[in-house]
């Protein structure tokens, strides 16, 4: 039997259906289901692939998005602000890293790494502006994003930041991920 078709079995009792309930779906017999998760028939690829249509819509309509978990507050700063009020941003709301946003764009992200590496090199903050210690400006994704594909962007950004028609609606964190799946 096909790996593939193998899947089918663990995605249907995942999704709670019943071989009757994924054969009216799918438009295909129960026996027809029953046979390919015995391995005793090979299907036509017809018949699979609306099988795993059907499976793959239903993952679709169940999976979280990123409007699930946003934080709407966003905590910002302007590449022309100071390094040190950006500090003063970070302590107040007890952030980690602020989105850089210049007129309604995201152009970069300010982390404590980033102003950590000013004391490591020596310098303070005394004179530097945002724009001189920022990295590139994170992802920007819409509500409608897959959590999937969010804790993806995740692994190689602090933060993805929320927008719909160019206006920023918030920003998605690794706490804000780890705090969704903790509660659920």
Do not use: W
Not at 37 to 43: A, K, L
Not at 68 to 73: G, Y
Not at 110 to 127: H, I, P, Q
């Amino acid at each position: 039997m096909h790996p593939e078709l193998s899947e089918i079995k663990r995605l249907r009792k995942l999704h709670g259906l019943t071989q009757s309930g994924l054969a009216k779906l799918a438009n295909v017999s129960q026996s027809l289901i029953a046979k390919i998760e015995s391995g005793r028939i090979d299907p036509a690829y017809t018949n699979v692939k609306r099988i795993f249509e059907v499976l793959g819509s239903i993952s679709e309509q169940k999976e979280h998005r990123a409007e699930e978990i946003m934080v709407r507050k966003i905590i910002s700063c302007s590449s022309s602000d100071s390094a040190a009020t950006a500090i003063k941003k970070m302590k107040l709301h007890e952030v980690s890293q602020l989105p850089v946003i210049d007129r309604s764009i995201a152009v970069g992200l300010v982390t404590e790494s980033n102003l950590l590496d000013l004391f490591a090199d020596g310098k303070g903050v005394s004179g530097v502006k945002v724009a001189e210690v920022m990295q590139d400006a994170p992802p920007v994704i819409s509500r409608k994003t897959p959590l999937r594909i969010v804790i993806d962007l995740l692994r190689y950004s602090p933060l993805v930041t929320i927008a719909d028609n160019g206006r920023f609606e918030g920003v998605v964190t690794k706490s804000d991920v780890l705090r969704f799946r903790a509660s659920g």
